[in-house]
């Protein structure tokens, strides 16, 4: 009997192997939906803070992740989004706004410059240049 168990085990592991290659794309479309999967905020940003929208451009200021494999790490970041609402518009110009309460973000000539706790850092831009400016600020506990 065991020996039955263990070669229908491995005939039906070779069905199931060849059948998540030959339908992966529907595979991982069914996964993505179901409501225990989560996308990593590395490529999502994360949930939305706060939204600030102007004629131009709105910008979402992602709440800050401090992402590990277990529980929450000691070093996290936040992702702020920039996107254009009007395609005339060449360069990100944007006045400067407050992320949080020690968090200034200023963008000239699509160069974000962030000033925390009094310290200016130029952020390297992340994701598209098109029609949104994603840049990531990172942070520790």
Do not use: W
């Not at 020996?3 to 069905?15: H, T, V």
């Not at 529907?26 to 999967?37: E, N, T, V, Y």
């Not at 940003?45 to 992602?62: A, L």
């Amino acid at each position: 009997m065991k020996n039955f168990i263990a070669k229908f085990g491995a005939i039906l592991s070779i069905f199931l192997l060849l059948g998540s290659f030959m339908f992966g794309q529907q595979l991982q479309d069914l996964l993505m939906k179901a409501p225990f999967m989560h996308i990593d905020p590395s490529y999502s940003g994360g949930e939305i803070e706060n939204t600030i929208e102007s004629e131009c451009y709105t910008i979402n200021i992602h709440k800050t992740v401090f992402p590990a494999l277990i529980g929450e790490g000691s070093e996290g970041f936040r992702h702020i989004t920039i996107i254009k609402n009007d395609s005339t518009v060449n360069n990100y110009n944007l006045e400067t706004f407050a992320a949080d309460n020690e968090t200034i973000v200023e963008v000239k000539n699509n160069v974000p410059i962030v000033t925390k706790k009094g310290l200016a850092d130029t952020i390297i831009q992340k994701g598209p240049s098109d029609k949104k400016l994603i840049f990531r600020i990172n942070e520790k506990k």
